[in-house]
């Protein structure tokens, strides 16, 4: 019998049971692939993360990531989670300033960078006080995201909108195109005009995961521009039924694809932008999406924000039953 604890971290939020929450499983080296999924599937949130030792020399943790139904090659709110689990247990030692840390995923290993303080500035923090040395607080976790493609959608604005329950006026009416943004998951990006049309969206979840199935797309970013909040650029909400979730309440990955598209279409400025995801308008999640040079034809996006663990448990693992408490 493994005996372990399992945490769930609320990601791209300071407050417990905000944001997105994560299971993580920081000492996951005794697990089988079965172990996880299992473990995965008892949790029933949208993806778990289980930490082990790298494979690679490059990395300082591998991150292996589970939906309730399969294993995906990366998540941007489970990174930031782990890392901040990690940095909790105390298996990150860190200074103050910005620490750099490689995970290993399954799309390769990833940059993260933690800046950490000293002090608190009356700022959105978080204060560290788990085990070892790290006592002081935590500014933000940022996760290095490439783009490497993006095209049109495969998909009809008239289809979509069928799926999704919506006049095809609301897509059409941004003047913006639909398109498939590789970041890892190929992800289809859904502009909406207003923001009420996102917030009441009951789409048909079967429908949409056997059109993203024929067209090899992995999820779907429903966004608008009409914000709650006039700090930031884009309010969305993301559905993932083709890999075994739902809805996603908070989407690291799908807001770097978003960044760079809104950049490619003149609707962004610069390349720092704040965008808010979630189905509560009055409990929405908020991602920190900054753009990086690349010498390398490549968009670089840096996404994160904040984390808080909200939920401890012990669960133990024997043959093909897990018990939790």
């Excluded at 090659?73 to 901040?84: E, L």
């Excluded at 190929?186 to 056997?210: A, H, S, W």
């Excluded at 401890?312 to 024997?318: E, F, G, L, P």
């Amino acid at each position: 019998m493994l005996d372990m604890v399992i945490k769930q971290v609320d990601a791209f939020t300071a407050d417990p049971f905000c944001g997105n929450p994560a299971g993580v499983i920081t000492d996951a080296d005794a697990l089988s692939s079965e172990d996880m999924l299992r473990i995965s599937g008892e949790m029933n949130l949208a993806e778990t993360g289980f930490i082990t030792m790298p494979t690679s020399p490059d990395a300082m943790f591998r991150i292996r990531f589970f939906t309730p139904t399969e294993e995906v090659d990366i998540s941007g709110h489970v990174t930031i989670a782990s890392c901040y689990a990690l940095i909790e247990d105390g298996r990150i030692p860190l200074s103050y300033g910005v620490n750099l840390v490689h995970f290993e995923t399954g799309i390769g290993t990833i940059r993260v960078e933690i800046h950490y303080s000293e002090n608190d500035d009356g700022g959105e923090n978080v204060k560290i006080s788990g085990n070892g040395d790290n006592n002081g607080y935590l500014k933000k976790i940022m996760m290095q995201q490439s783009i490497s493609s993006y095209y049109e959608s495969p998909i009809s604005t008239s289809e979509i909108a069928s799926i999704l329950g919506i006049d095809p006026g609301e897509i059409s009416g941004t003047g913006l195109p639909m398109e498939v943004v590789a970041t890892g998951l190929e992800q289809l990006i859904v502009p909406v005009k207003r923001r009420e049309t996102i917030l009441d969206l009951n789409p048909d979840l079967i429908k949409l995961g056997l059109v993203n199935k024929k067209y090899n797309i992995h999820t779907n970013h429903i966004f608008s521009l009409d914000t709650f909040s006039e700090e930031c650029i884009s309010y969305a909400r993301h559905f993932a039924p083709a890999v075994g979730m739902w809805e996603d309440p908070a989407t690291g990955t799908a807001a770097a694809g978003l960044g760079t598209y809104l950049l490619r279409h003149g609707v962004a400025t610069n390349g720092t932008m704040v965008m808010e995801q979630g189905k509560e308008s009055g409990n929405l999640a908020r991602i920190l999406v900054e753009m990086k040079d690349s010498d390398f034809g490549e968009n670089l996006v840096q996404i994160g924000g904040l984390a808080v663990t909200s939920i401890t448990r012990k669960i133990s693992v024997q043959h093909d039953t897990i018990s939790v408490s």
